[in-house]
């Protein structure tokens, strides 16, 4: 093991001038937060549409067979009743029947919040600790006559709620509710296109806001610390982002080890931030303090084209992965690969997005799905040489009737990441 010496002095002055740059990146968030001012914000979906989806889950539910949804805290709950809730040892769920209203079930404690929060009609029915929860559920399917039907589940709900479902219900046949669920929320509406562009909007400002404060040996945390302020300051919430230096960048997700900003080598912003629950996934990278290598250009030229190519691939009627296929032939008729592997890309060249930074379904080699109006994907094929760098641009679009539209633009060169 390599063991480092540190010379007293030498440590004190390096912990010294550390902590001038901390200040001067706490001064740097502190006047953005007093210069930023909020953008103006579309409304959050109203009860009417959240009253549509429900309509138009229960006739996808009678076309398929499925009797009734459960559907537990998370995203999708959101989705169809308003109830924005954490997943716990304790079940929060809604219970959908193909016809009818839902019922709400939750912990008798929480009953006066999750009250407040319901945005649809539904009966919220409570439990309390030495109760199962499970049997308000079997209790409510067979109310309806539907006990016997297939019973649809969201595709993150935990095991324990078909295991203890089972044990309330031992004929309960439990089925995907994709054709129900995810069905619907891919396919994005007006309203929710509106709240992903004003996420996007808000992201792609407080790149430009930040990118002046960015200083030589910032760490990560104190870039991220910036863009919390930044958002925050325009109106969105982040939890904050991705920020990768110098060699980290070819790492996709990063690297565990100590990184500060360079000149000379590439900065990778990779960050989003959610409006009235709907997300944006914007990636910039650039040469800090330098003009870029030859290395740096081309790389980073050849990354911006690809996101080109999957724009011109993705129709409507193609199948999703026809997207990355089209990357991909470009990426190995340049040198890269072959497939999935270094230097070249190694992962999908985009995700789905909505009220999840990811969600089905992904621009990736063998998904079949067909590309439709409501789509949304992010379009981020990195090229990564590992030992040295990584490129990464990442801009969001949406299928409309006649193709693919940006939520933001991607940069125009490598000497002018922010566009």
């Known amino acids: ?182 069905a619907l929320r891919m396919i994005k509406t007006p309203a929710e296109l509106a709240l992903m562009q004003a996420a996007a909007d808000i992201t792609l400002s407080a790149y430009r806001t930040i990118a002046p404060q960015i200083r030589e040996g910032m760490t990560p945390a104190e870039i991220d610390r910036l863009y919390v302020a930044a958002v925050t300051a325009l109106g969105g919430k982040t939890d904050g982002g991705l920020i990768l230096l110098g060699e980290a960048a070819a790492y996709p997700h990063g690297s565990g080890k100590p990184q500060h900003v360079r000149k000379g080598e590439v900065v990778l912003l990779d960050c989003g931030c959610d409006v009235h629950g709907y997300q944006s996934d914007i990636s910039r990278t650039f040469v800090f303090g330098a003009d870029p290598s030859v290395e740096q250009r081309k790389v980073w030229d050849q990354m911006r084209r690809g996101m080109d190519i999957a724009m011109a691939a993705a129709k409507v009627g193609a199948p999703a992965g026809s997207v990355d296929d089209a990357v991909r032939s470009a990426y190995e008729s340049w040198g890269y690969g072959p497939r999935y592997k270094l230097p070249g890309t190694s992962h999908r060249t985009g995700h789905g997005i909505g009220m999840e930074g990811h969600e089905p379904i992904n621009l990736v080699h063998g998904e079949a799905t067909p590309l439709a109006p409501g789509m949304c994907f992010s379009n981020e094929p990195g090229i990564y040489l590992p030992g040295k760098f990584g490129i990464r641009l990442e801009d969001c679009f949406h299928m409309t009737a006649t193709g693919p539209r940006w939520f933001t633009q991607p940069p125009p060169s490598i000497d002018q990441p922010f566009g």
Do not use: C
Not at 64 to 75: F, Q, T, Y
Not at 144 to 159: D, L, S
């Open 1 to 182: 093991m390599r063991q480092l010496h540190f010379h007293r002095r030498t440590f004190l002055a390096a912990g010294a001038a550390s902590a001038a740059l901390s200040a001067l990146t706490g001064r740097a968030a502190a006047a953005i937060t007093e210069q930023a001012a909020p953008m103006a914000l579309p409304p959050p979906i109203t009860r009417a549409e959240r009253l549509a989806r429900i309509g138009r889950a229960q006739a996808l539910m009678a076309s398929s067979g499925i009797g009734a949804v459960l559907i537990e805290s998370g995203p999708s709950l959101d989705y169809f009743t308003g109830i924005q809730w954490w997943r716990s040892e304790r079940l929060t769920a809604v219970v959908i029947p193909a016809q009818g209203d839902p019922i709400v079930v939750t912990p008798f404690f929480e009953g006066p919040t999750i009250r407040e929060m319901l945005a649809v009609p539904a009966e919220v029915r409570t439990w309390q600790e030495d109760e199962e929860p499970l049997k308000l559920v079997a209790d409510f399917l067979r109310e309806k006559g539907v006990a016997g039907a297939p019973i649809g589940f969201e595709e993150t709900n935990r095991f324990f709620i078909a295991d203890r479902l089972r044990q309330a219900l031992p004929a309960a046949n439990i089925v995907s509710a994709n054709p129900a669920v995810r």
